[in-house]
């Protein structure tokens, strides 16, 4: 049996598969299922101060997107689809009574639920931390949300300067540890990273969803009829290149990885790339639950083919072999695959 524990800065997780902040997590049923299922740790769904965040989600909606590019019933899904989606914010009316019963239910089974708070202004986002720090064990800021685009709701922050001031704001109202879950389009999720850091964010959460638009060519109609928020397997080598990079660069702030994992191997490369845990919606919302208690023994199983007796040793050990350009010796002539019969 390989040893799946692994640390987010103060905290020791069971195993690196957490699930994400999404629908899956908004209810305490949809939790208590996750941790049921062998999660080391359950984001729960976000909240922030606006109204106008949670009525959102009465708009929401949810699109699959089949490997040719065509909408796929939700009846008919395979599970390896692309979610294309507009998203809202959980309500806050009973929330934190709910996550701390949620919590309590983790304790019993060694894991933890995180609180978590999709930004729209720094200083309602740190008294809604300093509430939620009395019943969960670490806060997710997500400053990154890509509905932040579509909906005033929520801020998609994409400068460092920015997100050192969201990260302080926060930081500075509460003592259990911080996550700050990053963009994915920023010129530089790294330097964000770095921002977040400096600023004392605990832990980075790297990379949110894209946006995405995708007309259907028969009707000309956009899917969901709307711009949305994408991501699938085909952002994994994204998501894998600036947790990589960020960890090349910064070996001691823990990583989160987040964006494209959809099996036990994605989870190991995730940890090879430098990520201390992960994190799963896509594959929750498409296949249920149980789906990260497949992830968990599918990762031991991953590890140990790979030569690991522990998860903690696969942690980067990708980005150790990853060269350089200029380091790279040069073919005699320049390679041509496309030509080979
Ligand atoms: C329907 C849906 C709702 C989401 N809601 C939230 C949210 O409320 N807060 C948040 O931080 N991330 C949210 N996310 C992003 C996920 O937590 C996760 O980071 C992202 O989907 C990438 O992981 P995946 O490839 O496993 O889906 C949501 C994602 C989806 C698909």
Request: with cysteine; hydrophobic share 45%; glycine share 10%.
């Amino acid at each position: 049996m390989t040893d799946l524990s692994t640390t987010l800065g103060p905290l020791r997780l069971k195993n690196p598969v957490m699930a994400a902040s999404s629908e899956a997590t908004m209810t305490e049923d949809g939790i208590r299922a996750c941790l049921d299922a062998g999660a080391g740790a359950v984001v729960a769904k976000s909240v922030n101060e606006s109204p106008a965040a949670a009525r959102q989600l009465y708009i929401a909606d949810y699109a699959l997107l089949g490997d040719d590019g065509d909408p796929v019933e939700w009846q008919q899904r395979t599970g390896g689809e692309t979610l294309l989606c507009r998203s809202g914010l959980a309500s806050r009316d009973g929330w934190l009574e709910m996550l701390k019963r949620a919590n309590n239910h983790a304790r019993g089974l060694g894991a933890h639920v995180f609180g978590s708070i999709t930004v729209a202004d720094p200083e309602p986002a740190a008294e809604i931390a300093r509430e939620m720090a009395e019943v969960v064990p670490a806060i997710e800021l997500n400053v990154g949300a890509p509905h932040g685009r579509e909906a005033r709701a929520v801020k998609q922050i994409t400068g460092p300067e920015m997100v050192a001031q969201y990260t302080r704001t926060v930081r500075d109202a509460v003592d259990v540890p911080l996550i700050v879950k990053l963009p994915a389009q920023a010129d530089s999720p790294q330097a964000l990273a770095a921002a977040a850091r400096d600023a004392g964010a605990d832990v980075v959460a790297m990379i949110g969803r894209f946006n995405g638009f995708w007309p259907d060519p028969l009707t000309s109609e956009p899917v969901l009829g709307s711009w949305g928020a994408v991501g699938g397997p085909g952002m994994l080598p994204v998501s894998l290149y600036w947790v990589s990079k960020t960890f090349a660069a910064d070996r001691e702030t823990p990583l989160i990885g987040t964006n494209g994992a959809r099996s036990a191997a994605d989870i190991a490369r995730f940890l090879l790339s430098g990520a201390r845990a992960v994190e799963v919606a896509s594959a929750v919302l498409l296949n249920g639950p149980g789906v990260l208690g497949n992830l968990v023994t599918g990762l031991d199983e991953v590890l140990a083919a790979g030569g690991y007796t522990r998860a903690a040793d696969a942690i980067g050990a990708a980005v150790d072999r990853a060269r350089a350009y200029a380091d790279i010796p040069p073919n005699p002539e320049p390679l041509r695959p496309w030509e080979e019969t």
